[in-house]
């Protein structure tokens, strides 16, 4: 196990708090231990100490439930509960979640496997747990209300089932989902075929996350949950960039990366560098014959895709969502567009009343990224991240694949950033710039007026920048 994990048996005491449910009577017996994670940290490969070998997934900031194994039963406790996330290093959240974590561990078993799962709520108020995309008795399905009464705060109850298809699931409450939704609560589930499965390749490396957002005013800790659309927080587990460990892979590897998105929009994931196919969704395996070559696909709201892909180009790939706000952090919503403004007189006047007064994005916003601008304790930067060039101007849904030779098979350390070959950066021209040639003879910054044509009076249109009431992400 990695030393990086870093467990704590926490909640020893609530045997006896077994609740209303009595499924079995193996069921009402003690409970597994729960086991939390207090970090956010990447863990690595949990490799199954006990049940039918599979090549573990790695969960994104994120960890795999340990399980016990009782009477050829997988029996995992997950506890929902407060938690407080680092959703990056100076930038902490209160959400709630399973097990210390948003999102809670990821949940692996193996096709055929029957599965257990106590479920004790710890919450101020009831939830449930669907089992998405699940084949199960329809009493284990987890909506409060229609296939279960609701779990009630302090209660425990009990889900079982058999893990009937190989694929990519998720885990969520279905009981005043749109607010425990809101404050993180979800995990993901793999479960593994149980041999060689013809639409299921084996790889090298098996990533898993899910997309998820929040609406967390500058300054505070807690999300706030009845925001429909308009979140400002979009993030990896739970985490935004650079708060989001890398993808690690050895030059040659094949990669599957699996991604469930509970968030309230879709996200068109993009990676750099490379080609994948969509091999499965929360359907199970694609036909062959429906893959296609793409870089980018788009994951609606309560969809997973699973992608697959040979790394062969070395180097640090950005793996993003394509939506250019989703990629930034929080921002206020009526920043006007500065672009072209110049506005040095006016910021002159002001900051000699307003010390720290500073224009905001008079050359783009890239320098916001950078600026010391006072911003409210526990605020995540709009725009943060450096490499090895620079600001990176990312804040939310935002990576890397790291693709190297020197990768050990089965390292998933960070190996650093990638050294490029010498002449294989892009680099500064040092010589003369020509005049450029433009149509008409038409001087800089106009348009030029059709061939030929009398001179109509121009027209010059200004592209304003996305600013307020933009509701629909
Ligand atoms: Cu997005």
Same mark, same amino acid.
């Given at each position: ?56 997934? +790695? ?7 340990? *399980? ?27 959400? *709630? ?14 096709? &055929?496997?029957? +599965? ?37 705060? &302090? ?121 994948? +196919? ?138 650093? *950033? ?12 040092? &010589? ?42």
């Amino acid at each position: 196990m990695s030393n990086r994990r870093n467990f704590l048996t926490g909640v020893g005491a609530i045997a006896g708090a077994v609740g209303a449910a009595s499924v079995s009577k193996v069921a009402m017996a003690a409970l597994p231990e729960p086991v939390v994670q207090t970090k956010p940290d990447t863990a690595g490969p949990l490799a199954p100490p006990t049940g039918r070998p599979y090549n573990p997934v +790695v969960t994104l900031n994120g960890w795999t439930a340990p *399980w016990r194994m009782k009477d050829g039963v997988k029996e995992f406790h997950l506890v929902a509960e407060p938690v407080v996330r680092e959703m990056a290093p100076g930038f902490k959240a209160h959400l *709630w979640g399973y097990n210390g974590q948003s999102p809670g561990p990821t949940i692996e078993v193996v096709e &055929g496997d029957r +599965v257990r799962v106590f479920v004790t709520n710890k919450l101020p108020e009831h939830t449930s747990i669907h089992w998405h995309g699940q084949r199960l008795p329809n009493g284990m399905d987890g909506v409060g209300g229609l296939t279960q009464p609701t779990i009630q705060p &302090g209660k425990t109850f009990v889900y079982e089932f058999v893990a009937r298809r190989p694929g990519t699931f998720m885990y969520h409450p279905h009981g005043d989902e749109m607010v425990q939704m809101a404050m993180g609560m979800m995990g993901f589930w793999v479960t593994h075929p149980k041999g060689r499965h013809p639409l299921i390749d084996e790889v090298d490396r098996d990533f898993v996350f899910l997309l998820n957002a929040y609406d967390i005013e500058p300054g505070a800790y807690t999300p706030k949950i009845m925001t429909m659309t308009d979140f400002n927080i979009w993030t990896f587990n739970s985490r935004v960039f650079p708060g989001i460990a890398s993808m690690n892979v050895r030059h040659g590897d094949k990669v599957r990366i699996r991604v469930g998105n509970l968030s309230m929009t879709n996200h068109p994931m993009h990676l750099h560098g490379h080609e994948f +196919v969509v091999t499965g969704t929360d359907g199970g395996p694609t036909p062959r014959s429906t893959r296609w070559h793409e870089v980018t696909t788009d994951i609606a709201v309560g969809q997973m895709r699973q992608i697959e892909f040979l790394a062969d180009e070395e180097g640090d790939w950005a793996f993003h969502c394509h939506k250019s706000h989703h990629t930034m952090g929080a921002m206020g919503h009526d920043v006007p567009t500065m672009i072209g403004v110049d506005h040095r007189g006016v910021a002159k006047k002001i900051s000699q009343l307003v010390p720290d007064y500073m224009v905001m994005g008079e050359r783009g916003m890239a320098d916001m990224g950078e600026m010391e601008m006072p911003l409210p304790d526990n605020t995540q930067k709009m725009m943060d991240g450096r490499g090895p060039f620079g600001g990176l101007e990312m804040g939310g849904m935002f990576t890397t694949v790291k693709v190297r030779r020197g990768q050990k098979r089965g390292d998933y350390a960070d190996p650093g *950033w990638f050294r490029h070959p010498q002449g294989t950066v892009a680099y500064e021209f040092g &010589g003369a710039l020509p005049e450029p040639a433009r149509a008409g003879g038409t001087a800089p910054g106009k348009l030029p007026s059709a061939a030929g044509a009398p001179a109509a009076k121009d027209v010059e249109v200004r592209v304003r920048k996305p600013a307020s009431g933009h509701g629909s992400h």
